[in-house]
């Protein structure tokens, strides 16, 4: 028995000592959000502001901080929305018809899974060159040049198709026989049952969007088109640092995502998780 | 190869104070001669806050209101990333505010316009050699072409906490050795480190040229082949560098402190005094307008000789501009005098035209500076500065240097051992460029 | 709709290729055409401006005599060995945990995956300010009596200050996945090894860590390609510096495209693609011995 009190004690101790380790960051990028400049620093710390400002918010606020915000929504919500889109479409057709060509087109979309992003960067950003001049409103430097390659991510083809390949055909060939059309039938069979997995894909595709920077950091030129990673990046490598107002900046781009995460929270970690527990299973 | 670049720059100025001379400047083939100045001119500057640029784009839109002018600010410290990326994907701007170190590397890929040939010579109307100093045009020449203009100069001067020089009954050291001794009454240590005012020690190639050059030193031998700055100058500069954290009255200014220009430390008292160009004029009235009338510049303290390197602003036009008219008519409006003070105006920075350098604005008193005139002494620093040695690979060179001055300053080599190291990596890149 | 004349499958055959449509589309446009674009430039001399010149592979046998190219290939498998040690192992060391009959379960399972949802740039601009000389990191140590360092200027620290960073951004993802495997072993096993008389050293000898083999490999091999092409916490924290000691591949990439030596950052892009596809190979071998 006092084994076991010990053995408690211990756990606790060692939890608790990793919440403080995992929480205390974010508690300080807080505080000093919250500073003068010239406290950041200052010893001994200050854990609780004194004296307190919000001046960090002011200045990134002068940036276009919300501006940036406003980006990074859109970004998201488009790339979540067209990845659900196009991504069940897609899944539903390798995983349920027929067509000459289907294994080995398939085959390709698997093997693109294992190219890193970067051999693609810098061609990439010339055909968004070449589309910008095609048209202002396409290409480098616009929303359609930072949603467009993320538009459909084959892990996300790779992840519904699992699932839809697990529906009943029965299911499938009684909606064809009473004359539904196979639009329909993924629009009023497969959307609905496949919902968990798009629950999953949509929040996978959101973290990941929201969260994306290199390609946002090459493919933006302008303050207006800047999403909130790269802008923080660029307000932390000023040749002039302001500490207080960077910290602003990372409470800023972080409190959407904690927010999403506080009302989701069992999902959100399984959409995040789903992957690897999915695929060793 | 040095001889021959020096050669090449006066045969050019010479050709240009002929082809001025000779003619008037109508009869050249310049893009000011060509009408009205239309189409789209895609501007990029990386001054940040304190930006000279844009109130002179708002004047010139006003000359010219049927150009649309697209103005970017981006920051300096991402700036050739993006200037890489928009150039070789045919994406590029029209004018583009680079740094003079970074010259070399874009002039060597045929990256940069010849001004030489957009201008006819001329700027402004008037020869370019007669509107600038010898040794910014050399800095502007690269094998023989005008690759740039300059637009403001950078040089090294001492910039120190003068009331608390005054307060500890210091003067304003003129030589090493008083130098040293300055530091040691200024700082405030704690268990051998400077916690409060310490002398900024940043490890990079161009504090190392600093004490490199007032050792006497080079950074290339003469023609420019083989790296010189593991002379014994160079062993005493870095030697001299390292003092200052030796004895506990530098503050190692790393790249962990997030920002070069040293700011945070400087608004935190950290820093006391620090060795630096005179675009910090600036940053200091913007970013810590608290300490106004507590700073002052002197010229920077000498081992045997004074001496500084040459940099700044230079404006550029890429090879594949939309627009090198326009962009070539905006590049000469930066370079009116009226324009250029508008560098120190708004900028704190050193314009570089040399009619620009001698206008009264520059020698008033600065109240920041507690009535003190700084831009003389920079004017000063800028007669005996060098630039950097103008070869292909020189962002590798520079990138070798500072490695090497950072793990001397760290301890984790000699000083000998890391410049002679820098130095086979110096040879290595001149041979295979 | 033309339904009249057309055979259900030919028409399911057509319907099939409309909804993949826009997936190939986006894949060859932004994905396949992009690599072609890339192999051929890995193969040339080209600055984006000037016509490309064909070298042959010169530009791969140029980077291995480079070094630092291969100091950034060490680089970064000194980070992917080290960030995939640390990484799982205190994971799992939470998983543990948290698998422990507690209250507040919810609470530190919550405190644990925080950091997972943040943005690595946000994670690298808050430690780089915590590491620095003059931070909190320091602070702390220096109250138990420990001295401080300036962790991301020293080039003999600065790599495993930045993996540590990476392991605290991650370390609940692992966490997570861990502790759903567990709790996914039948408590039988854990009864049968008891009667057995098998101690809790040997429970998790062999219980445990049998239970959780399929999740390690996945958990590593995910790891590892993502940990391959690291990059945004160098951006951030430590610019590839001092001394070139945290340059990584992708940095190095990066750097050769900032140089406008297009044709050399190719090769780097495609010298990545082999690593990867290699290791990818050999997951899909592991995965299929194990199905």
Request: with cysteine; hydrophobic share 50%.
């Amino acid at each position: 028995m006092k084994g076991r009190s010990l053995r408690r004690t211990l756990v606790y101790a060692a939890l608790i000592a990793s919440a403080v380790i995992m929480l205390g960051p974010f508690f300080w990028t807080l505080s000093t959000s919250l500073k003068p400049t010239s406290d950041v620093f200052s010893s001994p710390p200050k854990w609780i502001p004194n004296p307190f400002t919000l001046q960090g918010y002011r200045d990134v606020l002068a940036l276009p901080f919300p501006r940036y915000l406003l980006n990074s929504i859109v970004v998201s919500f488009s790339v979540v929305t067209l990845n659900v889109v196009f991504a069940t479409a897609a899944a539903y057709a390798f995983a349920k018809l027929r067509f000459p060509g289907r294994n080995a087109l398939f085959f390709i979309l698997l093997l693109t899974l294992m190219v890193p992003f970067q051999v693609n960067l810098i061609p990439l950003y010339r055909i968004m060159v070449d589309l910008h001049n095609i048209s202002p409103l396409i290409g480098a430097n616009t929303y359609f040049g930072l949603i467009a390659p993320s538009a459909v991510q084959v892990f996300g083809i790779f992840l519904m198709r699992q699932f839809i390949a697990s529906i009943p055909d029965a299911i499938l060939e009684s909606a064809r026989l009473d004359g539904a059309s196979e639009f329909r039938i993924l629009r009023s069979i497969i959307f609905p049952l496949a919902a968990p997995a798009i629950a999953t894909l949509a929040i996978f595709t959101f973290v990941t969007a929201w969260n994306d920077f290199l390609w946002p950091l090459i493919v933006t030129n302008t303050d207006s088109m800047r999403t909130l990673p790269v802008g923080l990046a660029l307000l932390s490598r000023k040749n002039t640092v302001n500490w207080t107002a960077t910290m602003a900046g990372a409470v800023i781009t972080v409190i959407p995502m904690l927010a999403v995460f506080a009302v989701l929270q069992r999902r959100f970690i399984e959409g995040l998780t789903a992957g690897a527990v999915k695929g060793a299973s | 190869m040095k001889a021959l670049r020096i050669a090449g720059a006066v045969v050019l100025a010479a050709g240009m104070l002929l082809a001025a001379g000779c003619g008037s400047s109508s009869s050249t083939p310049s893009a000011t001669a060509s009408g009205p100045i239309t189409g789209t001119l895609t501007v990029w500057d990386y001054y940040g806050s304190a930006t000279p640029i844009k109130p002179a784009v708002a004047a010139f839109q006003k000359l010219h209101p049927d150009l649309k002018i697209n103005y970017q600010a981006v920051d300096y410290d991402t700036f050739q990333q993006k200037f890489s990326v928009g150039v070789s994907s045919g994406a590029p701007p029209d004018v583009a505010t680079l740094d003079m170190t970074w010259i070399p590397e874009y002039a060597s890929q045929g990256v940069l316009t010849d001004v030489s040939a957009l201008s006819g010579g001329t700027l402004n109307g008037r020869p370019i050699a007669a509107q600038y100093t010898p040794g910014a045009l050399h800095a502007m020449t690269y094998q023989g072409h005008l690759v740039t203009m300059l637009y403001d100069f950078d040089a090294y001067a001492l910039y120190y906490r003068a009331d608390l020089f005054k307060q500890k009954g210091i003067a304003a050291p003129t030589t090493w050795s008083q130098f040293s001794a300055a530091a040691r009454k200024l700082a405030v240590t704690r268990g051998g480190k400077a916690v409060k005012y310490g002398f900024q020690v940043l490890p990079d190639t161009f504090h190392f040229a600093q004490m490199l050059f007032q050792s006497g030193g080079t950074i290339l031998n003469s023609d420019d082949t083989q790296a010189a700055f593991d002379s014994p100058a160079g062993v005493t500069a870095l030697n001299y560098m390292k003092s200052f954290l030796d004895d506990g009255t530098g503050v190692y200014w790393g790249p962990d402190q997030g920002d070069s220009s040293g700011i945070a430390g400087i608004k935190d008292q950290r820093i006391g005094m620090f060795l630096n160009g005179p675009y910090m004029m600036g940053i200091l009235k913007s970013s810590a307008p608290e300490q106004k009338g507590e700073w002052a510049v002197a010229p920077a303290p000498i081992n045997t000789r004074p001496g500084s390197y040459l940099g700044g602003t230079g404006l550029a036009i890429p090879a594949n501009a939309k627009n090198p008219a326009a962009a070539w008519a905006f590049a000469q409006f930066l370079l009116t005098p009226s324009q250029q003070i508008g560098v120190y105006k708004y900028g704190g920075a050193a314009p570089a035209t040399t009619a620009a350098l001698h206008d009264p604005l520059l020698t008033k008193p600065d109240p920041y500076f507690g009535g003190q005139a700084p831009f003389a002494v920079f004017l000063q620093a800028m007669s005996t500065a060098t630039p950097f040695p103008y070869v292909k690979p020189w962002s590798d060179i520079d990138t070798a240097i500072s490695d090497g001055v950072t793990s001397a300053l760290l301890g984790k080599q000699s000083a000998a051992d890391a410049l002679k190291g820098a130095a086979g990596r110096t040879n290595d890149l001149l041979a295979g460029q | 709709m033309a339904r009249v004349g057309l055979h259900p499958h030919t028409r399911r055959a057509l319907t099939g290729y409309a909804l993949i449509a826009p997936a190939m589309l986006v894949t060859t446009a932004f994905l396949l055409v992009p690599m072609a674009l890339s192999a051929y430039w890995s193969l040339t001399t080209y600055n984006g401006i000037t016509a490309p010149t064909w070298v042959g592979l010169h530009n791969y046998v140029a980077l291995f005599q480079d070094p630092r190219f291969l100091r950034s290939l060490s680089n970064t498998v000194a980070f992917v060995i080290l960030g995939m040690t640390i990484g799982p192992a205190l994971g799992l060391c939470a998983a543990l945990l948290l698998n422990e009959r507690i209250h507040g379960r919810a609470f530190f399972r919550t405190a644990i995956f925080l950091p997972v949802t943040t943005s690595l740039v946000v994670v690298a601009t808050v430690w780089k300010m915590l590491l620095n000389d003059q931070g909190i990191v320091n602070a702390v140590l220096s109250f138990f009596g420990l001295s401080g360092h300036a962790w991301l200027a020293d080039p003999s620290t600065a790599l495993y200050a930045v993996i540590l960073v990476s392991v605290w951004q991650g370390l609940g993802f692992e966490a997570v996945v861990f502790l759903a495997a567990l709790q996914s072993i039948p408590h039988d096993l854990y009864d049968a090894a008891r009667v057995d008389g098998a101690n809790s050293w040997r429970r998790f000898r062999h219980v445990t860590l049998p239970g959780l083999r399929p999740t390690l490999l996945f958990v590593f091999v995910i790891g590892i390609i993502g940990s391959f092409q690291v990059f945004d916490q160098m951006f951030v924290m430590t610019q590839g510096g001092p001394v070139g000691s945290t340059e990584t591949i992708v940095y190095y990439l990066i750097d050769r495209f900032q140089a406008l030596e297009l044709g050399r950052a190719s090769a780097v892009a495609y010298i990545l693609l082999a690593i990867l596809a290699t290791l990818s190979a050999i997951q899909f071998r592991l995965f299929e011995e194990r199905s």
